[in-house]
């Protein structure tokens, strides 16, 4: 079953059709930042770490597509220097977990992944995890993030998407 559904998700359009269609003009309509009953992709969730189980929470964050605009500096200034259309130095579905960790300050980011996009917007779906919930410390697998002390995992690059940007050149 999840090879089969991998394929669907290869090309949605396609595979999905008109599901897919009223699907993606609902998510455009919700907010930044929604909490999701269960994956919209759930094989993908579940290679990434997700469980069915109290403590592990789904959320789909959206970013703006497109490259970072500065904005165009006032006065007398060398426009070469000026520099507007820079990229950033993380990744939008990096963007997209700091988003989720800021709205939801109790629980860690544990992974996430692409979703979709439209001409204006990408959104990602996140996986987090209540480190403090008694079925989280209980899980083998799940262990060991609720024994670091330290927090935001998101913020310090040490999900997948952010270890991609901490590569060394």
Not at 14 to 23: A, F, S, T, Y
Not at 73 to 79: I, L, V
């Amino acid at each position: 079953m999840p090879k089969h559904l991998a394929e669907t998700w290869k090309k949605p359009k396609e595979n999905l059709g008109n599901i897919w269609k009223h699907r993606l003009i609902r998510i455009r309509e919700e907010g930044t930042v929604v909490r999701v009953e269960k994956p919209t992709r759930i094989d993908r969730a579940r290679t990434l770490g997700y469980k069915a189980k109290q403590g592990f929470i789904v959320v789909r964050a959206r970013v703006p597509s497109g490259r970072r605009k500065r904005p165009k500096p006032a006065g007398g200034r060398k426009p070469k220097t000026a520099g507007r259309f820079l990229p950033a130095d993380k990744s939008k579905q990096q963007m997209a977990e700091e988003k989720a960790s800021r709205k939801y300050p109790n629980m860690e980011v544990l992974n996430s992944y692409y979703l979709t996009e439209d001409g204006k917007h990408k959104w990602y779906e996140i996986i987090l995890v209540d480190t403090s919930h008694p079925a989280v410390k209980k899980d083998k697998e799940r262990k060991w993030i609720t024994s670091k002390k330290q927090r935001g995992r998101a913020n310090r690059g040490l999900t997948s998407a952010g270890k991609k940007s901490r590569i060394k050149k």
